[in-house]
């Protein structure tokens, strides 16, 4: 496990004393080797002795720009000063919706949270709302956000507790979720056409929505089989079932318009977060306009005191406008594409059994020889293996999540000499996990 410094290791120990584990999302806790953060920059954030790491967390895939960015900043100290929440529409709130509506194919009408669980659990309200149906169905090692309709079956579920592969078990993820709502959820291996046919012809009309992640971005960036993604689209039609893609990870990062046009698959509903806001807390659940005007007074609820506040709205403004601009995704596919090559080859030239997930905005790395397909899959991989590489590239002041199921994220702020660190890191970390081994 890497070492924190005097100053940090300090700090992390007075934050222990206020707030459960030193941390405000259990996701961060990582025993003494919680990330601590003082400040960033760009590609990189600073630790409180002052060491500087590469920055492949990313806050979980907000910083699509790199942290602190100037023009966003910059906008956003702009809009403030006339004022931030108004309890009325105001000017960038529209606009954050026009970009959305304009780049993401399928997206007609748009609604704005704070964050991508409030996000899915007005989708799944809606859902419910608009077919007159009370169940969902979601899929085994998807994260939908911490509400208790989608707390089950997430990535870090146990194995042993989640039944075998054609009669899955949900797998309540926190104390506290009450056991009644088991009975509001079915739970299905992602990627596999033929038990989600068995389970749809068996219940296909009590279910109100299905919704996933359409790249496991949860689980080492698995990518689906286009045919799953298209069967999900036919049987959704068939037995009158809304299909929410819960875009909170890959939105405006994978490319600028999404799972939906990446795939060419287009959901009815899509709940978006993380890059629309480089870092700025805003979500959008956006969709058919048949549906989404479902939401409104005496209808489906959806508000929230700072829902479309000025703050968040300006940076997603900001943000949106520079992809628009086609500044940000080639710049990421290119440096995203080496560091996912240069991992290959280092690998492959170490005679390591591996492979590689995803795109090059979001990847992940499993230690095994055979190509897994689901959550299930990623259980054989070797992570311990990645742990010890990870543990010697914090060392060296590369900072990917030390949890393999969590991606790689790259910024536009990564440059191609922060990529050729990177690899030299990753390799040092795979020559000391050699010698240990032998
Ligand atoms: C796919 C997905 N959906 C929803 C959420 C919840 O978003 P938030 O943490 O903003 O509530 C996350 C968070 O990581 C996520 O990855």
Not at 118 to 144: S, V
Not at 334 to 350: A, C, F, N, P, V
Not at 354 to 368: A, D, Q, S, Y
């Amino acid at each position: 496990m890497p070492k924190h410094g005097q100053k940090s290791m300090a700090f992390l120990k007075r934050a222990r004393k206020v707030i459960p584990h030193g941390v405000n999302s259990n996701f961060r806790y990582n025993g003494d080797a919680t990330p601590v953060v003082a400040h960033a920059k760009g590609a990189y954030v600073y630790d409180f002795d002052g060491k500087r790491y590469i920055d492949y967390r990313l806050g979980y895939g907000p910083i699509i720009l790199g942290h602190a960015h100037p023009y966003v900043n910059q906008r956003v100290q702009q809009a403030i000063e006339g004022g931030v929440t108004f309890a009325a529409t105001q000017e960038y709130e529209v606009r954050v919706a026009e970009r959305i509506v304009e780049m993401c194919p399928g997206v007609e009408m748009v609604r704005l949270s704070n964050s991508g669980s409030e996000a899915t659990m007005h989708a799944i309200r809606l859902a419910r709302a608009y077919t007159g149906r009370d169940k969902i169905l979601k899929f085994e090692g998807c994260y939908h956000g911490g509400h208790d309709h989608v707390l089950w079956s997430t990535a870090s579920g146990k194995l042993e507790e989640t039944g075998d592969r054609h009669h899955p078990r949900a797998y309540k993820q926190s104390l506290g979720i009450p056991e009644i709502l088991r009975n509001l959820i079915e739970v299905a291996p992602w990627n596999d056409i033929e038990i989600l046919g068995d389970i749809l012809e068996e219940k296909g009309e009590e279910i109100a929505a299905i919704i996933l992640e359409p790249i496991l971005g949860n689980g080492a960036a698995l990518m689906p089989q286009l045919a799953f993604l298209q069967f999900l689209r036919e049987q959704c039609d068939r037995y009158g079932i809304v299909l929410i893609f819960d875009e909170v990870k890959t939105g405006f990062r994978i490319a600028p318009g999404g799972a939906g046009e990446y795939f060419g698959v287009l959901p009815d509903l899509s709940t978006f977060a993380k890059a629309l806001g480089n870092g700025y807390p805003i979500a959008a659940i956006g969709g058919k306009q048949e549906i989404m005007m479902h939401i409104g007074p005496g209808k489906v609820f959806h508000g929230g005191t700072y829902a479309g506040n000025v703050v968040a709205t300006a940076a997603a403004d900001a943000t949106l406008e520079l992809m628009q601009a086609g500044k940000v995704f080639p710049q990421i596919e290119k440096t995203g594409s080496m560091l996912m090559q240069g991992i290959e080859e280092i690998l492959s030239r170490y005679g390591i059994p591996h492979r590689l997930h995803g795109t090059p905005g979001m990847f992940g790395i499993t230690f095994m020889e055979e190509n897994p397909l689901d959550w299930r899959d990623l259980h054989k991989a070797d992570w311990e293996l990645y742990e010890d590489i990870v543990a010697v590239m914090r060392e060296r002041g590369v900072m990917p999540t030390s949890d393999g199921f969590e991606p790689f994220f790259l910024s536009a702020a990564h440059t191609e000499a922060d990529v050729a660190e990177t690899l030299e890191a990753f390799e040092a970390g795979v020559k000391q996990v050699l010698v240990k081994q032998n």
